[in-house]
């Protein structure tokens, strides 16, 4: 906002505690103000020069600071739980502005308790944040305002969130083991042909005679580390910061996100991870009562893939005709025809909820299991492929070796 400084502040509490922070007001007046809805008593107010010199936040593209699903699901927890106990949204913003650990997220919690404040409902202040709180959370707190259910749809939303963050622990931890082991063995790879490979050519050209054909290859291998070292770091370094910045458009989704599905095995599971997290969504936006034409968009939205999203456009758009939901979505080849005939016999019974939410289950036990067996396939043969990389370098660096005697006659 125009004219907004940051001010350090020191206050009293009601015990007697002094506490000190910063705030962004447009006046000293204001932080006044602030400080006494906070409950506390102003003893010294400055103005904070964070914004020059070496206070100033850089700006990398591609490094910039952003907010964990983790700290999201317990904001989300802890505000759900104030407000259930009978605490102001006012207070209870100002409150989460103050404790929140993660920084980002304070200072976007600051911006909408102004916001707030100035009279702007909770959820448009939100929305002034689409990055950093995601549509789903937004129109469900919308609901939850509307029909005077606050509390309850910022459970529902935090239960979410935990039950995403746990899904990505699971398949962070069980990949966690042969990632290191990978790259631990790329860097002994590296060590070798930059290091060990040189000496023992310089030891083969006093033998004079041609080295062996694998033993030559790895040597232009090594010449080659040079130039190709450095390049093949400048490539994946700039294929990284471009793909942050350009992963969530809609020409590199439309080409990259089938393509997921097609995979080998690591195909399948992320097609049940976008199906639990697409039931999931889905199941918490009816329960919080948002209509079912917005929940199909902004469920389509946060699957994180575009195959479904624009799956269930087409599922909307006939939705919108007047058809029920399982109809048009079993014309969709990448609804499995068990999540399609749930949903119909949840449709007929009124339960739509309450099957969705099992369906996310099911799939989301289903991607616990396939991930502890991917685990336990991908560590023998990661190992065994490592072992013949490696083995096979250690052979043709020794070969020659073998044929001293005949290259000293």
């Known amino acids: 906002m125009a004219g907004v400084m940051t001010y350090a502040y020191s206050g009293r509490t009601s015990a007697g505690k002094v506490v000190k922070g910063q705030l962004d ?16 008593t102003p003893i010294a107010i400055d103005q904070a020069n964070a914004g020059t010199g070496l206070n100033r936040e850089l700006s990398i593209p591609g490094f910039q600071k952003v907010v964990k699903l983790k700290d999201l699901s317990i904001m ?10 009978g605490l102001s949204l006012l207070r209870t913003l100002n409150i989460l502005s103050e404790q929140t650990e993660s920084k980002k997220l304070a200072e976007i919690m600051k911006a909408v308790r102004d916001d707030v404040e100035d009279g702007t409902s909770l959820s448009v202040a939100m929305a002034k944040h689409p990055v950093d709180f995601p549509p789903l959370m937004i129109s469900m707190i919308r ?9 309850s749809a910022l459970e529902a939303i935090a239960t979410n969130f935990e039950k995403e963050n746990k899904l990505r622990s ?24 930059v290091f060990i490979v040189p000496i023992f050519q310089k030891m083969f050209e006093g033998l004079g005679g041609s080295l062996p054909v694998p033993t030559q290859i790895l040597v232009n291998v090594s010449h080659s580390m040079v130039w190709l070292g450095p390049l093949l770091a400048v490539l994946i370094i700039g294929f990284w910061l471009w793909w942050r910045t350009n992963k969530n458009t809609e020409r590199v989704r439309k080409f990259v996100d089938p393509w997921k599905f097609r995979l080998p095995v690591f195909g399948t599971l992320m097609k049940k991870i976008a199906i639990a997290r697409f039931a ?40 919108r005709r007047g058809e029920s939901i399982a109809k048009p979505m079993a014309e969709q080849a990448v609804f499995p025809p068990m999540v399609v005939q749930m949903i119909a ?7 739509l909820e309450t099957m969705l939410e099992k369906i996310g289950a099911f799939y989301d036990q289903e991607v616990e299991a396939m991930t502890e067996s991917l685990t336990s396939l991908i560590e023998p043969l990661l190992i065994g492929f490592l072992g013949v990389v490696i083995g096979g370098m250690v052979v043709a660096l020794y070969m020659p070796i073998f044929q001293i005697a005949t290259l000293v006659k």
């Open 25 to 40: 007001a447009p006046s000293e007046g204001a932080v006044v103000s602030r400080l006494r809805t906070m409950g506390l």
């Open 76 to 85: 989300t927890r802890q505000m759900a739980t104030m407000i259930g106990s």
């Open 143 to 151: 609901a939850g305002e509307t029909g005077g259910f606050l509390d």
């Open 170 to 193: 699971t398949i962070k931890s069980a990949m966690t083991y042969p990632i290191a082991v990978l790259i631990m063995s790329l860097l002994a790879v590296i060590i070798m042909l």
């Open 280 to 319: 999931r969504n889905f199941s918490n936006m009816i329960g919080a009562g948002v209509p079912i034409l917005q929940a199909l968009r902004i469920v389509g939205e946060t699957s994180g893939n575009w195959v479904i999203e624009n799956a269930l456009n087409d599922v909307g758009e006939s939705v």
């Open 345 to 351: 016999v949840g449709e007929d019974a009124g339960s």
